[in-house]
């Protein structure tokens, strides 16, 4: 062969590994392995941007010397000169090496070299015939020597599991992923900025908590060996924001980890990343717009369009946002559902048992429409709709509707078919709070293993008055999901749990 290109052979990969080994043992005897003095003054993306426009003959006059560093993840090494390709964290650039511009010897080190090696190179920008952007090398050095061979270039890293458990190696190979987290850093960029333009301040609660309250979820047990005493990973910070609001911090948010003991899906990771606020002399219906003005200004600015794409269908944010109570969305969705069905437990109980949904006998009718509800409507809920009016009973920090208490002035946002945030007008009656709580205990008692447990300092903390407010959680990593198109929560997360390899 006249050119000693990357060919496509059948190779032992323990075979590979011993190779690269032994080239490290030789480097070692060089005193050339991972030095650490090499510092790259440039970036190929931000290369790209500067000079993709200037013309050929532009760029050889200004002779523009750049540093640069990187993996090594194509190369087509020829006789005398070879181009290669290698990543950095914004993207790639193409290199081109002569033997006659480097020092004695270095070419001849080089063609030893290995895909996935980093290497950090000096030299000038330059246009190819075919108008490439790259740089002529004047000096190349191996930075570490990657001891394990890369996936095929032309397939990727397509098995999932092992996207998953090696992530960093599906971040070196798939430039989609790299697209995903790059999107869901700018979401969490984007949603800080707008929160500082609007006078909240962030804060950040503890994540061990000796009550795990804050929402309906089993919570994870940990325990404290210097206090000696149990504590719970929290599974949300609702009630140390609260009591933030009640110690004078009026507008207040986090950005924080949940942890969640229940089942994993497509939809569910136990530890999950919220956005939670809470936000003095509002209400909820202030939320709905404030989130739907939020959601707008976040798929422009960070998609550069309000019609995002999920999984095939068409998601307009542009649009004003869909409103229906639950009790409306179920007869909506549901037209041989009578709304006098709605009203009463025993017939309820019949819709359900039709629908094959399991009741628990203690449940009573806001509990069954909620499950008449999830069977039937969410699904159902493509297009960015707000669910609002729902039962007290199923939510115990929400505050009563005043003209009708049997339903609270709280919402829950879907698109996708999907939940994606939960708000509501507080309550802020630590009489009615202590009631509630209580509730929650007997359903705890009667087998309910997500209900809330009794939080005395919480109500004492209600009792010192805390002003009407509203609050809302909004799920980071289902937002994120919608934002890249990507149908597995997992896909955006970027160390998810998994079970132990056997």
Do not use: C
Not at 4 to 22: C, F, G, S, Y
Not at 30 to 35: D, L, R
Not at 185 to 198: L, N, P, Q, S, T
Not at 224 to 234: D, F, T
Request: proline share 4%; aromatic share 10%; no cysteine.
């Amino acid at each position: 062969m006249s050119k000693e290109a990357e060919t496509v052979l059948v190779v032992d990969p323990n075979e590979q590994i011993a190779q690269r080994k032994a080239k490290l043992a030789e480097l070692r005897t060089k005193g050339q392995a991972y030095p650490n003095d090499f510092k790259p003054d440039a970036m190929a993306v931000e290369l790209h941007n500067l000079y993709v426009a200037t013309e050929h003959d532009a760029l050889e006059e200004k002779q523009i010397k750049v540093r640069l560093a990187g993996r090594i993840m194509t190369r087509r090494v020829m006789g005398k000169a070879s181009f290669l390709h290698i990543k950095d964290m914004s993207g790639q650039m193409q290199l081109y090496l002569r033997r006659d511009d480097l020092a004695e010897g270095i070419y001849a080190e080089f063609k030893s070299w290995d895909l996935g090696d980093i290497v950090g190179v000096e030299g000038v920008l330059f246009k190819t015939k075919t108008d490439e952007l790259s740089v002529r090398v004047t000096t190349i050095r191996l930075l570490a020597k990657s001891l394990h061979p890369l996936p095929d270039k032309f397939h990727g890293l397509v098995d999932h599991e092992m996207r998953y458990r090696q992530r960093y190696l599906d971040l070196m190979v798939n430039e989609n992923t790299r697209k995903v987290f790059a999107i869901r850093a700018a979401i969490v960029a984007g949603i800080r900025k707008i929160f500082a333009e609007h006078g909240f301040i962030e804060v950040e609660t503890p994540m061990m908590q000796s009550l795990a309250g804050g929402a309906a979820a089993r919570p994870f047990v940990t325990h404290h060996n210097a206090l000696e005493m149990e504590l719970y990973m929290r599974i949300a910070p609702e009630l140390f924001l609260k009591r933030l609001v009640v110690g004078g911090v009026e507008r207040v948010f986090e950005i924080n980890r949940n942890f969640r003991n229940e089942g994993i899906s497509t939809q569910h990771n136990p530890e999950f990343t919220m956005l939670e606020f809470y936000w003095a002399y509002a209400n909820y219906h202030e939320l709905m717009d404030f989130t739907e003005n939020m959601l707008r200004i976040l798929t422009q600015e960070i998609l550069g369009t309000t019609a995002v794409i999920y999984q095939g269908i068409e998601l307009d944010f542009s649009k004003p946002f869909v409103r229906f109570t639950v009790k409306d969305s179920i007869l909506h969705f549901n037209k041989d559902i009578k709304a006098a069905e709605l009203e009463d437990i025993e017939a309820a109980r019949k819709i359900a048992d039709r629908l094959e949904i399991p009741l628990q006998q203690s449940w009573g009718l806001g509990k069954v429409q909620i499950e008449i509800f999830e069977k039937t409507v969410e699904k159902q809920l493509l297009q960015p709709t707000f669910i609002t009016a729902y039962p007290t009973e199923v939510s115990p920090l929400a505050r009563r509707n005043e003209q009708d208490p049997f339903v609270t002035d709280r919402f829950e946002f879907f698109v996708a078919g999907r939940e994606l945030a939960n708000g509501f007008s507080e309550l802020n009656d630590p009489e009615d709070q202590a009631e509630r709580f209580k509730q929650q205990v007997k359903e705890r008692a009667a087998g309910d293993t997500e209900a809330m447990p009794y939080d005395e300092d919480y109500v004492t903390a209600l009792e010192y008055g805390m002003p009407p407010t509203a609050g809302e959680g909004i799920g980071i990593d289902r937002l994120a999901m919608i934002f890249t198109d990507s149908p597995s929560i997992r896909d955006v997360i970027l160390f998810p749990l998994l079970r132990k390899q056997l």
